[in-house]
């Protein structure tokens, strides 16, 4: 007995020992818990660094979640969709305002008014099906109606995939432990030194996307090819059946890539190609497409597993008018690609067949793609590179998901959105977003093997403060504000209106954008709409001073010399709002009020303020 009384303690002393060490860590406030959203005034904040429970807390260029605000109570007839996913869920390479979870918000509300929507996106650059499972229990309490889930293009090399660099554990149920882990404040203790031990740069200068490669050489079938497959049919298994449990009903969607204009990335560049390879080339520059395809049908009886190949292949029957055997071709070179950062078609095949045998709805993202590009390939007229959307992909993404919502939970036979009437964004959100591309191309795996076209914008200075945005010079409100106040000084009120608006359209409280449209329609001298916007700012935000001191400005202006007096002593009244204005702004207060008395016939009182 006192053997196992010894041996017993021997075992307890040192859990005890970390659990006190632990519980000290967090009396004192160290580390974090990596908390999904910020509950505050009545909202749900989503984190923008949560992603760094994945990435790791010091890793400078980890993505970030879109910084949204969800309320706490959810209002009667309200529908809560959550999107989970990678970069296509968050809307790479654009920000904030051009992915699917916005269109798709904008298309149902536009054709069901009776209903409250409210769609939160999740999306996380990098993140996989591991990452994914983990949120799913952390977003409970949001009460979501709906989930709709867009994963599957990182299974290779998104942060736990086993080609990655941060792919170090197998198992997902070890990844999901570890997730827990790294909660732990001395696990982050011993984090944190690690890094400042560590020697070499600590600044990462590559992309993310290139920084993610551990394995270029991913075979088709390999053990690893499999294992990843393997793991992500566990994961989405596990996530099908946590919220089937939670009675969350799932949406799924298939995935789509550039096919037509994206050549494997796992190939050899074209100089170490080797003559055959060369020839071939040529042979389709000249459009000798007869003898380029002898020669491939040749090659690919010697190296059938080869994805350059096939590639080739697929471009010499797309120029023969062969589409159905041209598909065929890109399709099999997308799924022999080395460095497979387009999904293969295992994937999809999990997602149809967990779907099929959950009697979960599909979105038809696959069939629609197909239908809305040339001849039915896949390629850059939806696509600004390997697999991210463009605008139009995006809508169409978000317009894939509205079917089977629409038909599934709203009974109705027919979709009506009118896209058109969703384009909350403008040439600068484009602009951002083709500064982003043209970097990633420009690094690891692509070396030149994407056909990106880039536009050019008008005027120049939208190029110019896309840049300093990425420079972090311009947050990106500010950034439209600039734009915006270009255009206002042009006397081009439509376009100043609308790099407003589109701010708004991500905030609806948002002060600058609701007191600078009634700016703009102040300066049109359009009194009644700019009355309204100001009434607008001040409905969310009742002690802006200097809101109320313009709202006066142009009572006065239109003749509410009354109103005007009496939202002038509701400032000046007020200690708290009054010292709200800087020096300058008191002062334009007393010479508006002296204004408005002499408007009144009160020259005594006048005279008065004009001493103040």
């Not at 790791?56 to 706490?72: C, H, N, T």
């Not at 050549?263 to 055959?276: E, H, R």
């Not at 070179?333 to 999809?348: C, E, K, L, T, W």
């Not at 400005?553 to 800087?582: D, H, K, P, W, Y």
Request: net charge positive.
């Amino acid at each position: 007995m006192k053997r196992f009384i010894f041996i017993s303690t021997l075992f307890v002393i040192p859990f005890l020992i970390l659990a006190i060490f632990e519980i000290t860590l967090r009396i004192t406030n160290f580390g974090t818990e990596y908390p999904l959203y910020f509950k505050k005034n009545g909202y749900y904040f989503i984190n923008s660094k949560y992603p760094q429970k994945f990435f790791g807390r010091f890793d400078s260029s980890a993505p970030e979640l879109i910084e949204q605000k969800i309320p706490v109570q959810k209002p009667p007839n309200t529908m809560r969709l959550v999107c989970l996913g990678g970069s296509t869920t968050a809307g790479f390479p654009y920000e904030i305002n051009i992915n699917f979870p916005a269109f798709l918000k904008c298309g149902l509300q536009q054709q069901f008014p009776e209903k409250k929507w409210q769609v939160i996106n999740l999306g996380v650059s990098a993140l996989n099906s591991h990452g994914v499972r983990h949120m799913s229990r952390e977003i409970l309490e949001l009460k979501p109606d709906l989930i709709l889930i867009y994963m599957g293009h990182n299974e290779f090399y998104g942060v736990f995939g086993l080609a990655s660099a941060r792919g170090h554990l197998s198992n997902p149920t070890v990844v999901q432990w570890f997730l827990k882990l790294k909660t732990l404040r001395t696990y982050q203790l011993l984090e944190s030194l690690i890094y400042r031990l560590s020697p070499g740069p600590k600044a990462q200068k590559a992309t993310l996307m290139a920084r993610m490669i551990q394995n270029n050489k991913v075979r088709y079938g390999s053990p690893l090819y499999l294992k990843t497959l393997k793991n992500f049919e566990t994961n989405l298994n596990e996530i099908l059946n946590f919220f089937q449990q939670q009675n969350i009903p799932v949406i799924l969607s298939p995935l789509v890539s550039n096919l037509k204009d994206q050549q494997p990335l796992g190939a050899p560049p074209p100089q170490k190609s080797g003559i055959n390879l060369v020839r071939i080339r040529e042979l389709i520059q000249q459009n000798d497409f007869v003898q380029a395809k002898n020669l491939l049908h040749t090659a690919l009886q010697e190296q059938p597993n080869n994805a350059q190949l096939h590639f080739l292949m697929g471009q010499v029957y797309y120029s023969l008018k062969n589409f159905k055997a041209a598909k065929k071709h890109f399709i099999v070179a997308r799924d022999y690609d080395q460095v497979p950062f387009r999904a293969p078609s295992g994937i999809n095949q999990i997602i149809f067949k967990l779907a099929r045998e959950r009697a979960f709805p599909l979105a038809p993202t696959d069939s629609l793609f197909s239908a809305f590009s040339p001849h039915g390939i896949w390629d850059g007229s939806l696509f600004l590179e390997h697999l991210h959307p463009n605008e139009k992909g995006y809508q169409l993404l978000a317009r894939a998901f509205a079917k089977p919502i629409v038909r599934e939970f709203l009974k109705s036979k027919t979709l009506k959105i009118n896209q058109s009437n969703c384009q909350n964004f403008s040439a600068l959100d484009l602009a951002i977003g083709q500064l982003k591309i043209e970097q990633l191309v420009s690094n690891a795996p692509f070396f030149g093997r994407t056909h990106f076209k880039p536009r050019r914008f008008q005027p120049p200075l939208i190029e110019q403060i896309a840049q300093r945005h990425l420079r972090e010079e311009l947050i990106w409100d500010a950034s439209h504000f600039e734009l915006a106040d270009y255009y206002l000084q042009s006397q081009n009120y439509a376009q100043a209106l609308k790099e407003y608006r589109i701010v708004l359209a991500y905030d609806s409280t948002h002060l600058t954008a609701l007191y600078k449209i009634a700016d703009t329609y102040f300066q049109m001298e359009k009194f009644d709409s700019a009355n309204y916007w100001y009434q607008k700012a001040l409905h969310f935000h009742p002690r802006a001073a200097f809101v109320l001191a313009k709202l006066a400005r142009l009572l006065l202006v239109s003749g509410n010399v009354t109103q005007a007096v009496n939202v002038i002593n509701q400032i000046v009244g007020e200690q708290a709002l009054f010292e709200q204005l800087n020096f300058r702004q008191q002062n334009a207060r007393y010479y508006l009020r002296a204004v408005a008395f002499l408007k009144l016939e009160k020259k005594t009182a006048a005279q008065e303020q004009l001493k103040m």
